[in-house]
């Protein structure tokens, strides 16, 4: 079973930083890409940032426009992992942070998709 762990949250005060990361672990055979969404009390999900196979560091292409400058997401294929580096939080990123990867795990000899979440982490920007 393919599953992703999310570690780094916590409580900051704003224009303070944090780190999160997301380790994948099972039967991988290829990641294809991961991400970080959030999701605020009383709003839907959203995309921070995604970065995929191809690229170790992203400045926030693929993702929200209120966090770039501000975020940067990286991936270290050997760890399976991802981090996302938050600089100058503001109180408006204080959200339950997940991470989110896809791409292909081999069981018993075949190759399955798989799309996992983590449980998130609770990350508070607050003075």
């Known amino acids: 079973q393919v599953q992703v762990v999310e570690s780094g949250g916590g409580l900051v005060q704003p224009g303070e930083s944090l780190r999160l990361s997301c380790a994948a672990s099972?039967?991988?055979?290829?990641?294809?890409?991961m991400g970080w969404y959030r999701q605020a009390p009383g709003k839907e999900r959203e995309l921070v940032a995604r970065?995929?196979?191809?690229?170790?560091?992203?400045?926030?292409?693929n993702g929200s426009d209120s966090v770039k400058g501000r975020f940067t997401i990286s991936r270290d294929d050997a760890k399976k992992s991802v981090y996302l580096q938050m600089n100058n939080m503001l109180p408006e990123d204080t959200a339950v942070y997940y991470c989110?990867?896809?791409?292909?795990?081999?069981?018993?000899?075949?190759?399955?998709?798989?799309?996992?979440w983590g449980q998130g982490t609770q990350v508070t920007v607050s003075s």
């Open positions: 989110h990867a896809d791409g292909n795990a081999y069981i018993r000899h075949t190759v399955i998709p798989f799309d996992v």
């Open positions: 099972g039967p991988i055979r290829v990641i294809f890409a």
């Open positions: 970065i995929t196979r191809h690229e170790i560091i992203s400045e926030i292409i």
